[in-house]
């Protein structure tokens, strides 16, 4: 029904920038709030951001000060922006947009991922 296509991964020195991107598409539905994830190797999934289609924002405590988060709800995109990145914020990132049904339906989408590489 949606799909998510992330962007804007790679390979980064530490102390520099990333800006990561997902756009959803396909069926017409009601997005809610959208965000990223991270998995590193071995890791279970953690939140890194989330931000709500008001524009309320939430951050991981690790990332807080370092990452901002934005979307633009006419192009159903959600923005990921990384600044003084460190090698322990390598990982799989991963997008996901809260689809709302109805008031008590909702559906999450993911995307496939983005690999960051942070070298020291």
């Known amino acids: 029904q949606v799909q998510l296509v992330e962007s804007g991964g790679g390979l980064v020195q530490a102390g520099g920038s990333l800006r990561l991107s997902c756009a959803a598409s396909?069926?017409?539905?009601?997005?809610?709030?959208m965000g990223w994830y991270r998995q590193g190797p071995g890791e279970q999934r953690d939140m890194v951001a989330v931000?709500?289609?008001?524009?309320?924002?939430t951050y991981a405590e690790s990332v807080k000060g370092r990452f901002t988060i934005s979307r633009d709800n006419a192009k159903n995109t959600v923005y990921l922006q990384m600044n003084s990145l460190k090698p322990e914020d390598t990982a799989v990132y991963v997008c996901?947009?809260?689809?709302?049904?109805?008031?008590?339906?909702?559906?999450?989408?993911w995307g496939q991922g983005t690999q960051v590489t942070v070298s020291s």
């Open positions: 996901r947009a809260r689809g709302v049904i109805t008031t008590v339906e909702i559906r999450d989408y």
């Open positions: 396909g069926s017409i539905v009601s997005i809610g709030s």
């Open positions: 931000i709500s289609k008001g524009g309320t924002a």
